[in-house]
């Protein structure tokens, strides 16, 4: 027998989720911090990885439903360019 899920209740039914700058800090520097990279990882700057995607719109300020068919315009691994749109 397959569970259903059910409707969230109280605070968790009348909360929008994630703001656009939460998801990104989330994903970098909450999550270096979570694994003890906080010094080299999780943010663009000097001395740290050079790991980043560059988006075709601003994820902090795009509607949700919108970032995730956003175009990938950049990937950067590693300090090397892996993906260059055009």
């Known amino acids: 027998m ?3 899920a059910r409707a969230p209740r109280g605070a968790a ?3 929008a ?5 939460q998801a990104v800090e ?9 694994v003890g990279e906080a010094a080299v990882a999780g943010r663009v700057a000097e001395g740290f ?3 980043l995607t560059v ?4 994820p ?5 439903d919108e970032v995730a068919q956003a175009p990938v315009r950049l ?3 590693g300090g090397h360019v892996v993906h260059r749109e055009g």
């Open 2 to 4: 397959l569970a259903t």
């Open 13 to 15: 039914s009348a909360r």
């Open 17 to 21: 989720g994630l703001t656009g700058l």
């Open 26 to 34: 989330g994903c970098t520097t909450h999550a270096a911090l979570a």
């Open 49 to 51: 990885r050079a790991d």
């Open 55 to 58: 988006f075709g719109l601003d």
């Open 60 to 64: 902090v300020e795009a509607p949700a």
């Open 75 to 77: 990937t950067v691994t």
